[in-house]
């Protein structure tokens, strides 16, 4: 069986893959700011939560060189399961329903099943992506721990050749991708429909194997956003994470057509 063949029979029958543009991407965002903008409240606490998150794991890894593999693990995990609860508010919505935050968090609850068991293999995936990088990170800087502002602001490429850089960028670009790859859609046709997430991830790798250039767009966009809102203290990733959060709901709504 041909891997294409062995997609479509993975993909639960109710959806049907479509092409987007390959600048669709923006349209999502813009999307996403709108459901910001229409209920703020319930967006910016589910920013909050995954911010103070990100805080909290600063705190307790702030002195240690892996701080960076502490943080990019956090987001793989929490990053795509949180969103279920932004997710729900733009599907609300759509139908022009009053959410409240209590609302949102039913996109948790739904399909609960399906996210535990997806949440189960990001964890597996996050746990791979800091080991590897804590042995490249040991290698590269030996016995000295650069504080967290060397690490993450300062003058942590000292400490680093350039081939020991491309080694570590290497190896968490190969894990994000994965992540990518399969999450670009599923929480949001997990929580949209009673499928398992087997059959979710299945959806996702389609979704992207058909939008190659739309999909490295979105990833792109994904990667430069995130990137702002870590490098501005994690400020910027009250607003951005709920921002992206909206924004792959209409990714999905864009790129799977739900015909149940």
Not at 9 to 30: D, E, G, K, T
Not at 73 to 80: A, D, I, Y
Not at 129 to 137: C, D, T
Request: charged fraction near 10%; glycine fraction near 8%.
């Amino acid at each position: 069986m041909s891997v294409q063949s062995h997609l479509h029979y993975q993909v639960p029958a109710q959806f049907s893959i479509q092409h987007a543009a390959f600048l669709r991407p923006f349209v999502w965002l813009a999307k996403g700011g709108q459901d910001l903008l229409h209920h703020p409240k319930a967006s910016l606490v589910h920013g909050l939560i995954v911010t103070g998150l990100f805080l909290l794991t600063l705190l307790i890894t702030s002195s240690h060189a892996y701080v960076l593999a502490a943080v990019i693990s956090g987001f793989m995990l929490v990053g795509p399961i949180m969103a279920a609860g932004l997710c729900e508010i733009s599907r609300r919505a759509q139908f022009h329903d009053h959410v409240s935050f209590d609302d949102s968090l039913e996109g948790l609850s739904r399909n609960q099943t399906s996210l535990l068991r997806f949440a189960g293999i990001l964890l597996g995936l996050s746990i791979v992506w800091f080991v590897i990088s804590g042995l490249v990170l040991m290698a590269t800087v030996g016995n000295v721990v650069p504080a967290f502002d060397q690490s993450l602001w300062g003058d942590f490429f000292s400490y680093v050749s350039p081939m020991q850089l491309a080694l570590y960028l290497a190896v968490g670009g190969l894990l994000a991708s994965i992540v990518f790859i399969l999450s670009v859609v599923s929480v949001p046709a997990i929580i949209d429909s009673e499928i398992s997430a087997t059959d979710a991830m299945f959806t996702s790798i389609k979704v992207v194997a058909q939008n190659v250039p739309t999909m490295l767009v979105w990833a792109a966009l994904l990667a430069l956003l995130t990137g702002v809102g870590i490098g501005s203290f994690l400020l910027a990733m009250v607003v951005i994470y709920p921002l992206l959060g909206h924004a792959s709901w209409h990714a999905y709504r864009d790129l799977v057509e739900n015909q149940a």
